[in-house]
């Protein structure tokens, strides 16, 4: 019963994130405000909006394992996972843009997340935590992000015209915005509340739990959207979507969780987050090998296979 819960309150999550994601794109191109500002604000964030329901609400109960973890197992699933297998599917061209804007920007906020929860290993405290201090500089770094990002995209006032079609009602905007948060917030304590049950029946950290089956759950939005982009040749939207997704994670997210709550990182080992710093590491490097600015099968192949030994370390 606790699994099929569990699965209830993930399909609440995702569908609460497909609703909130247009309704506030269409409140958006109500008010006019350009395509390209949408693409990189709500739709960029609204893929995170399952980690973020989950994290914030975590972080609110006090369970920051279930916080940090999923946050670092999304981070890896979307890297080794979801660029793993469309790599397999089709070798991903990289832009100008993914690779200097995107995967740095990305291995950035991991290094920055590995410091700022590792206090013992760099000798700054005698328990690992992020605190509200760091939490809300993770938040004015996403802003500055955010806006830079803004303004070094060109925009294509055309397309913006001609993408626009007839408007919704009001109503129905705003009513998608309401369900869709409210799915979220209720799905997302469904989803929690079983995720914890299941662990402690099974004899599991909440910490491996949420590293896996919560973050892969959450994750999904992701996976959906960059296998769709790649089927339609757009390898740099699927790229972008995933990296852009984990600098949110980390920036955005755990940002908002540890402004409510400091985070102690408790199963969260050194380990765990310096996966994440790899996971950054090895796309960085991806992005350069033999200079083809392309990440290739093999590569997507080694991703899956770093994955698959890593989950195999946590559940042995």
């Known amino acids: ?14 569908a609460g994130a497909h609703f909130l994601t247009d309704g506030a794109a269409a409140l958006a191109q109500r008010f006019r405000v350009p ?10 964030i609204g893929t995170s909006t399952p980690e973020l329901a989950v994290s914030v609400l ?5 369970q920051s394992d279930m916080a940090v973890g999923n946050v670092v197992g999304s981070n ?8 793993g297998i469309c790599a397999l599917i089709r070798p991903l061209t990289l832009s100008g843009g993914n690779i200097r804007r995107d995967i740095p920007f990305g291995l950035g906020a991991s290094v920055l997340l590995f410091v700022f929860a590792s206090d013992k290993l760099l000798h700054l405290g005698a328990v690992d935590r992020i605190g509200r201090g760091e939490g809300i500089v993770m938040l004015l770094l996403y802003i500055a992000l955010l806006w830079y990002t803004i303004r070094t995209t060109p925009r294509d006032r055309a397309s913006e015209a001609a993408e626009r079609g007839p408007y919704k009602a009001l109503w129905v905007m705003i009513l998608w915005v309401v369900v869709g948060l409210a799915a ?4 997302g304590e469904l989803f929690l509340r079983h995720a914890t049950l299941i662990a402690r029946r099974l004899g599991v950290s909440e910490s491996v739990i949420a590293i896996t089956l919560v973050a892969g759950g959450t994750s999904l939005p992701e996976l959906a959207s960059s296998v769709v982009s790649l089927l339609k ?10 990296v852009g997704s984990n600098v949110a994670n980390i920036l955005l997210i755990l940002g908002v969780s540890a402004t409510i709550r400091p985070l102690t990182m408790g199963g969260i080992t050194t380990l765990d987050l310096a996966m994440a710093v790899l996971a950054a590491l090895l796309l960085f490097v991806a992005a350069f090998t033999f200079r083809r600015r392309c990440i290739d099968r093999w590569e997507g192949a080694i991703f899956l296979a770093i994955y698959a ?8």
């Open 1 to 14: 019963m606790d699994v099929l819960l569990l699965l209830a309150g993930l399909a609440a999550i995702l």
């Open 35 to 44: 395509e390209f500002i949408v693409g990189l604000t709500v739709v960029a």
């Open 58 to 62: 975590s972080a609110a109960a006090g």
């Open 76 to 83: 890896l699933f979307n890297v080794f996972v979801i660029l």
């Open 184 to 187: 979220l917030v209720g799905g």
């Open 233 to 242: 040749g757009k390898a740099g939207l699927a790229l972008g979507n995933v």
């Open 309 to 316: 030994a890593y989950i195999g370390y946590l559940l042995r």
